[in-house]
């Protein structure tokens, strides 16, 4: 079933990256937006970050615009080449990297960062992303994780449920292809168990279309 539910999210995000920043364009998300824009790039001023599942470098340009280095890793060829194209990223290191294998970077970051990717995470593998993450962490490194609050079920509802826990929504492409995509929204209880042995200093805040949940690496 995971090897499975990876295969289905790499095809989407593959066949999706061309038109995935449209999401950043929905009216109801601008607020919120325009909070996280500034809120993330202050995290991480003078640092150097990781940051995992960076897609077509949204985050990426808010982050590298106060940050000391940024690796930016995914899985989809296809969006890290539009990351690199992005204005203000050209000095972006890019790695073809799984999430699941970021211990790989072979290098200590003072601070890392996903932009939702941890709703697309398996409740089963929580632990092993969280374990391999850390790897490549300095103690006291801050970790931010910003995701979709419930609020998108409204233009996506859930389609189903597996015995793990872990809920999916139907999505259809422009292309007129349809995907079952994994998308799990974590309440804080949720978060701070699954952090709890990797960090202190936990934060967690609400927004009306998302939630940012940040705390320091032991």
Known sequence: MTNQCDHQMRLYYKERAPVYDAVYSYPERQNDLRFLENYVGQQFKGVDVLEVAAGTGYWTQFICAKAASVLATDITKTALDQLKSRPGCDGVSAKILDAYTI?????????????????????????????????ALLPGATVLFIDNSAAQCNRLPLSDTDECGNTYQDRVLETGGSHRVLKNFPTQKELLEATQDYGEDFYFLELENFWLFQYASR
């Open 103 to 135: 211990d790989k970077v072979g290098r200590n970051f003072g601070g890392a960062f996903a932009g939702l990717w941890y709703s697309h995470v398996p409740r089963q593998r929580a632990d092993e992303f969280l374990s391999g993450l850390h790897q």
